[in-house]
T-cell receptor, first 114, second 108 residues
Framework: DAGVIQSPRHEVTEMGQEVTLRCKPI?????LFWYRQTMMRGLELLIY????????DSGMPEDRFSAKMPNASFSTLKIQPSEPRDSAVYFC????????????FGPGTRLTVL | DAKTTQPNSMESNEEEPVHLPCNHS???????IHWYRQLPSQGPEYVIH???SNVNNRMASLAIAEDRKSSTLILHRATLRDAAVYYC?????????FGTGTSLTVIP
């Protein structure tokens, strides 16, 4: 398996633009997680899905952020409109089951909002 | 509200053992303790996890205090490839709470 795949790897956009980050989890994994990493706040969980259903989105910073998982092999994290403070590395992770099961992380998308 | 506390940085000589400490005084009875590490420009990767008993795997050992309020990740022989940020994480339900991590420098 290729592991968790994220695209794009780098994204530079201007304030106010819509940004869409994409993730393909490991096949057969039932859980998918979106994290954000910044120097100030470290690694934070934004939202996670179980069997394509959002379970907990309490980490989503505000209504400008939305995430979807239309099928078991694809998820998106959208920011509209983007702001400079959204600049961060966004990671997607997947796991076979929930709980204490190992999470496999993708390489991340480095987002810069000018 | 930090759930885990780790030193910001540590150094180790190559091929020496490394003990990375973590305090988690607010741990609950069902919380697992995980360790992940993050190499530069990569996503975090799993190292080891445990609940109450000490654990060993090919990468490391995890020593958990009897009261579970602290734990120590042990790398038996540090190599240059072990230079990374090591995160001590409490796992509550389906959520992982990452701390600030310890940046490990391995000196050749």
């Amino acid at each position: 398996d290729a592991g968790v795949i994220q695209s794009p790897r780098h994204e530079v956009t201007e304030m106010g633009q819509e940004v869409t980050l994409r993730c393909k989890p490991i096949s057969g994994h039932d859980y998918l997680f979106w994290y954000r990493q910044t120097m100030m706040r470290g690694l934070e969980l934004l939202i996670y899905f179980n069997n394509n259903v959002p379970i907990d989105d309490s980490g989503m910073p505000e209504d400008r952020f939305s995430a979807k998982m239309p099928n078991a092999s694809f998820s998106t994290l959208k920011i509209q409109p983007s702001e400079p403070r959204d600049s961060a590395v966004y990671f997607c992770a997947s796991s076979l089951w929930g709980g204490a099961t190992e999470q496999f992380f993708g390489p991340g998308t480095r987002l810069t909002v000018l | 509200d930090a759930k885990t506390t780790q030193p910001n940085s540590m150094e180790s000589n190559e091929e020496e053992p490394v003990h990375l400490p973590c305090n988690h005084s607010t741990i609950s009875g069902t919380d697992y303790i995980h360790w992940y590490r993050q190499l530069p420009s990569q996503g975090p990767e799993y190292v080891i996890h445990g609940l109450t008993s000490n654990v060993n795997n090919r990468m490391a050992s995890l020593a958990i205090a009897e009261d579970r309020k602290s734990s120590t990740l042990i790398l038996h022989r540090a190599t240059l490839r072990d230079a990374a940020v090591y995160y001590c994480i409490l796992n509550t339900g389906n959520q992982f709470y990452f701390g600030t991590g310890t940046s490990l420098t391995v000196i050749p």
